[in-house]
């Protein structure tokens, strides 16, 4: 057992590509003919694992050719569709590199960065993400969207979750093995990683249009995917009935007195004031209450998604 654990220890590539692939087929050959050409370059060892994401085109068809022709290839097959985060992380945990590239399979992300990333690792950093410059190819809807998107999240949320930066990017096994630690189920990738801090870097790039293939994320699943993230990072939105809670009990109090106040000089009409006082002091007592419940289930919520307290970035020195 020992010695299994010791040669898969020594088997690890440099290097592991991981691509979550859903109905990838027109782009996938394109896709690995660019990743091998780098990799060819690069040197050294490496895997490409591709996670066949409940695709119902020809994709696995062509993952286990392209697997059977070269043994970097990996191929894995989810049961059904899992969506591209969940996609992601299966294929980061069957991966074995001791630096993993992860993209898209759609080449809307160039491979061809891999050198400029190394070598922004090689100088130290934990984490190199492709930042993009411009979009080709992505309506102004979209571009608008993802904007205010980030703009949101980050007022939100107290990680700052660079802008502009897709899931494109290298990262140490180290934070690998933490990422792959949080026992979250809705995981917001790109804001998970920049939780976890250490060293990270941008590299600017330009994002270029599909090769192939159409968008797989339409307007409900980026609504569904805003609607993760800021959960994910921020009780905000269910503390926020503590605010509203404060300023209605202030309004309903004042109604309170407003109606006791023109009861004693005489001047409300009958019924008026008993209706008004209950209605006021209710109703802002009410808020008051969600927004406690608010407060706690927000720690709860924190508390139940299980995140490691504190992260060991590394240890330098001491007994050997
Ligand atoms: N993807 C996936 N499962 C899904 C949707 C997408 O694995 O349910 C993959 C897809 O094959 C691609 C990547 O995730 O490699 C990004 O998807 P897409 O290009 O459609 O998103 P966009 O770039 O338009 O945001
Ligand atoms: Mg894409």
Redesign the pocket.
Known sequence: MLWVAAMSELARPALSVV??????QEVLPEFLRRVGTVLDAAGGTAEVVL?D???RDGTWDVMTAAAAADPRIVAVRLMR????QL??TAGLSVCRGERILI????L?DPPELLPDMMALMNQGADVVYGQRRQRDG?SLF?RATASGFYRLINRLTDVDIPADA??FRLVTRRVLDLLLAMPERHRFFRGMVAWIGGRQVPLHYDRHA?VA?????PLS??IRFAADAITAFSVVPLMASMTIGWVMAAVGFGFFLYSIIGWLMDANLPGWTSIMAALGLLGGMQFLMLGIIGAYLGRLYDQSKQRPLFMIRDIVGGPK
């Open positions: 691509a979550p692939c859903y109905n990838e996670v994401d409940g695709s569709n899992h969506g591209h996609a992601l993209i898209d399979a759609d809307q992505e979209k897709g899931d599909r293939g159409e968008s797989k994320y699943k980026m």
